[in-house]
């Protein structure tokens, strides 16, 4: 409540408040169990700028931390600021869907092997961001783009066998940490 301003309003009824505090509330309500998804529908709606900018920082802070936000809105600022992907709907279609900048400076490389000096360049590397594996195989891993190279041929080397390279983005974000048997081996 300190966070949105809303500490003189502790005894008041949701009735009795504007829009833009009413929002703030149903923020608030959704924040509360520190949610791995959360689902928001015109989330500054109502809100005035500084509460717009503390929502961003808010959510920025959420989304390092990992949790996934899927919203909708109208104010291209805030799906700048926030969103890696953005899919743009008119008269019920998708018109576009753009990828972050930031996305773009990685690429996800699937392969196989499981060798021991293999599996331990994959956890020490300081180029790879994410490394999600199954029992079995494969491994897919996000790496820094610039490094992509490096990165495959050092697997290639160490006796890997790569089966897949994204073009522009990282694909992690679109599995989740038990999707397919996979699980979460390094961040």
Same mark, same amino acid.
Do not use: W
């Given at each position: 409540?300190?966070?949105?301003? %809303? ?8 009735? &009795? %408040?504007?829009?833009?505090? $009413?929002?703030? =509330? /149903?923020?608030?309500?959704?924040? +509360?169990?520190?949610?791995? +998804? %959360? !689902? +928001?529908?015109?989330?500054? *709606?109502? !809100? ?15 989304? $390092? ?7 909708? #809105? ?7 600021? %926030? ?11 998708? $018109?576009? =869907?753009? @990828?972050?900048?930031? /996305? /773009? ?12 000096? +293999? !599996? *331990?360049? @994959? ?7 994410? &490394?999600? #594996? ?12 610039? $490094?992509?190279?490096? =990165? ?22 679109? !599995?989740?940490?038990?999707? /397919? ?7």
């Amino acid at each position: 409540m300190k966070q949105f301003g %809303l500490d003189s309003y502790q005894h008041t009824r949701i009735q &009795h %408040l504007s829009k833009g505090n $009413k929002q703030k =509330v /149903n923020i608030i309500q959704a924040l +509360l169990p520190n949610p791995e +998804l %959360l !689902l +928001l529908d015109e989330p500054i *709606s109502g !809100l005035d700028p500084d509460s717009q900018k503390r929502l961003v920082d808010i959510l920025t802070q959420l989304k $390092k931390a990992g949790t996934t936000i899927i919203f909708t #809105c109208h104010e291209s600022f805030f799906a700048e600021r %926030l969103a890696d992907r953005s899919i743009h709907v008119t008269q019920q279609n998708i $018109k576009e =869907v753009m @990828v972050s900048r930031e /996305n /773009n400076q990685y690429r996800t490389i699937e392969f196989s092997g499981a060798t021991e000096a +293999l !599996l *331990s360049f @994959v956890s020490s590397s300081p180029f790879i961001m994410k &490394h999600v #594996c199954q029992t079995s195989s494969p491994h897919i891993i996000s790496v820094h783009a610039v $490094k992509s190279n490096e =990165v495959i041929g050092e697997i290639i080397a160490l006796g890997g066998t790569i089966q897949f390279v994204s073009r522009q983005m990282d694909m992690l974000p679109m !599995l989740g940490s038990n999707d /397919n048997g996979k699980k979460q081996v390094k961040k």
